[in-house]
């Protein structure tokens, strides 16, 4: 099965914050608190991920961490993935 990789959840991330760094490209060790998104935003953004991407919500509650990172999120949502 493949990973859900950062490129897959930029555009998602990137609806919901008003700018981004253009200096560099966003990477895996980005704190979303440096980009203004507070734990409700980070929800609606694993929500909307969840859609787009066609993850299992059911799995969230066996999450137990908030993610505080880009990597963290997008780990968050390869947990999200259906096994088959």
Do not use: Y
């Not at 919901?16 to 760094?21: D, G, I, K």
């Not at 919500?57 to 963290?72: F, Q, W």
Request: charged letters at 20%; aromatic letters at 2%; a negative charge.
């Amino acid at each position: 099965m493949t990973q859900i990789v950062i490129e897959e959840v930029l555009p998602i991330l990137q609806s919901f914050v008003a700018t981004m760094r253009t200096d560099r490209a966003p990477s895996a060790a980005d704190r979303l608190s440096d980009m203004g998104i507070d734990s409700l935003t980070t929800i609606n953004i694993v929500v909307s991920a969840a859609e787009t991407l066609g993850l299992n919500l059911e799995k969230l509650e066996e999450i137990t961490e908030a993610p505080s990172t880009i990597g963290d999120l997008v780990s968050i949502l390869n947990s999200l993935k259906e096994s088959n």
